[in-house]
């Protein structure tokens, strides 16, 4: 049976992935939206995000929009794959209970 990650099933971290490999690659989500879509506070999803950077599950990219700051968060190829994993540990685990 396959292994669920440790990185991504932490619940916070799963729904950050999660909005991410709904988008087509190459596409990110700005932190506000993310915080909007998790309801996560501004460190809490800032600190999960730095994980999933370390990771290499993401790539964040910093840029000033006018005078304001402006984080996106981008699923990368590693990340994508291991969500990707990660729901099929799921689906084996749920298979296996049927």
């Given amino acids: 049976m396959a292994e669920l990650d440790d990185v991504i099933h ?5 729904k950050i ?19 909007k879509l998790t ?3 501004d460190g809490n999803l800032g600190a999960h995000i730095e994980t999933l950077s370390k990771a ?3 790539a ?10 402006q984080t996106t968060v981008t699923a990368s190829a590693a990340g994508r794959n291991a969500f990707n994993k990660h729901v099929s540990a799921l689906r084996q685990i749920i298979e296996s209970d049927s």
């Fill in 10 to 14: 932490q619940p916070l971290r799963l």
């Fill in 60 to 69: 964040v990219t910093k840029a000033f929009v006018g005078k304001k700051p």
């Fill in 56 to 58: 290499n599950y993401v």
């Fill in 17 to 35: 992935m999660a909005a991410l490999n709904a988008l087509p690659k190459g596409k990110g989500l700005e932190f506000s939206h993310l915080k």
């Fill in 39 to 41: 309801g996560a506070t």
